[in-house]
């Protein structure tokens, strides 16, 4: 419709911004986040799912389980390459509201499947796979959004945007295991199943991990319909936005976002899964979403700091609290000698997630400032309002495209602790490749964008870092 099309949107016009951009920025902001919300929420159910699967009669092995939690991540990240270059071709408010409908087919899914003991394997792994509709929609999702605002204000959208979205993995962790134990949806959503839990007989409602976000699926699309809005000057297609790969900032950036979002995501999917396994005496489920929760407000809460100090320099400090961050963990699982202490495991988890969320942030707000201060040597004969338009698009397609690459975290993560547990009995293996990533970060951060002289500090690009013409 005509009357949600915006044609001339000029969100660096403070007066344009301050009479009309302003409040049309944050209604398309406000409804992006309950959509995002949702995407996270179903995307990341598996987490919890697979610990209450074998209670209800199915007979996975540990490894096949893991399996289940990394296979969403998997097909996420590579859903995102597509999904972050959907926005400019389709309009965001459409692509929206199909990519929120798109929730409800694994949600209904699971629901059914898990009610039948006998269901196939193949057949939560392609459930599985499906959810990762969800991890597709935030490369769609934070390209959308990123039109909307001024870069002095793009950092902080972009933060509360994805944060209050990553909230959707912590509440889906909250949520699940209520509304699985609950038998009010019954007459709705169909019988629970008896199981015994350490000689407690109880009724496990699992479908409703599944049904219970069909309703909100169907009101957040509906919302997307009526409220968002398409920007004109947004559009391009696929082969103007594909100069991006040709752009070494963006691969750069890709390895820094998969250890900060890619952490974030694949702690998600593995926290209950492993503390289970590590601490069976634990009641673990019950506090599982307070990781995701950390992480997701961190993100929200902290993305002015990156606008008022620098991406870069955030970053820098991120990478270093993650490297100290495994080293706890480390000694909380018993792999300096002594036993495995939970409170010291519980606590180094909740140091990881609210410093990949600080990280989440401060990447983000690297992105568009990097193109910005790329632009006048990529296009010297441009004028200012060229180069600005040309920073928007190529930002929104950097953004895209890392968080593809970053949410591949959600599969190596889960793999690597299956595959320590598998061989070693612990996940000590799995938790060295991540300290040596986090030095490799850590490194990168510094030559390209913190050290005095880069990009970021008012030099030219190295050599070595400098984007591809």
């Known amino acids: 419709m005509a009357r949600h099309v915006l044609t001339d949107w000029k969100p660096e016009d403070p007066q344009y911004w301050a009479g009309k951009g302003r409040a049309v920025a944050a209604r398309n902001l406000w409804i992006s986040v309950p959509n995002l919300l949702l995407a996270f929420a179903v995307w990341m159910v598996w987490s919890v799912v697979v610990a209450k699967l074998k209670l209800v009669g199915f007979t996975f092995s540990t490894d ?17 390459v597509f999904y972050s270059f959907m926005v400019p071709i389709l309009g965001g408010r459409l692509w929206t509201v199909l990519t929120t409908l798109s929730l409800a087919v694994p949600a ?14 193949l057949v939560f792994v392609i459930l599985a796979l499906l959810c990762g509709f969800g991890g597709g929609n935030f490369a769609s999702s934070m390209s959308n959004i990123g039109f909307f605002f001024p870069k002095a204000q793009k950092g ?25 134990t609950s038998g009010l949806f019954a007459p709705v959503f169909g019988a629970g199943h008896a199981v015994h839990d350490k000689g407690v007989e109880s009724q496990l409602y ?10 909100f699926i169907v009101a957040a699309a509906a919302a997307a319909w009526l409220g968002m809005n398409d920007i004109s000057t947004a559009r391009a297609s696929f082969k103007a936005q594909s100069v991006v790969f040709r752009r070494a900032h963006n691969w750069l950036m890709c390895w820094l976002y998969l250890g900060t979002f890619g952490s974030f995501i694949g702690f998600s999917a593995a926290f ?7 601490f069976p005496d634990v009641m673990v489920l019950k506090i599982a979403f307070l990781g995701p929760l950390v992480g997701a407000l961190s993100r929200a809460l902290t993305g002015w700091i990156s606008d008022k100090w620098g991406g870069q320099n955030v970053t ?19 792999a300096f000698g002594g036993p495995a202490n ?27 400032a990097i193109v910005r201060a790329s632009m006048p040597r990529l296009m010297p004969q441009a004028s200012p309002a060229e180069r600005l338009k ?17 949410a591949f975290g959600g599969v190596f993560i889960p793999m690597a602790f299956g595959q320590s547990m598998k061989d070693t009995g612990n996940p000590n293996t799995a938790l060295l490749v991540f300290l040596v990533f986090y030095v490799t970060c850590a490194a990168l951060n510094w030559a390209a964008y913190a050290r005095k002289g880069s990009l970021l500090r008012g030099g030219a690009p190295a050599s070595t870092f400098k984007p591809a013409e």
């Open 156 to 180: 902080n959208a972009l933060a509360i945007n994805a944060g209050f979205g990553n909230l959707g993995v912590s509440i889906m962790q909250f949520a699940v295991p209520v509304v699985i």
């Open 390 to 406: 040309a920073s928007e698009m190529e930002s929104a397609g950097i953004v895209g495209f890392t968080s593809a690459f970053g």
């Open 272 to 278: 209950p899964l492993l503390s289970k396994t590590l």
């Open 342 to 368: 939970f409170q010291i495991f519980f606590a180094s988890f909740m140091w990881l997630f609210f410093w990949t969320g600080v990280g989440n942030a401060s990447t983000f707000q690297m992105i568009p």
């Open 108 to 121: 209904i899914g699971i629901g059914v499947a898990v009610q039948h003991p006998g269901t196939p394997y």
């Open 64 to 80: 096949q389980l893991f399996w289940l939690t990394a296979l969403p991540a998997l097909s996420g990240a590579t859903l995102r």
């Open 316 to 334: 820098q400090v991120t990478f270093f609290a993650l490297i100290l961050g495994v080293v706890c963990t480390l000694r909380g699982v018993g």
């Open 206 to 215: 699992l479908q409703n991990a599944g049904f219970i976000w069909v309703p």
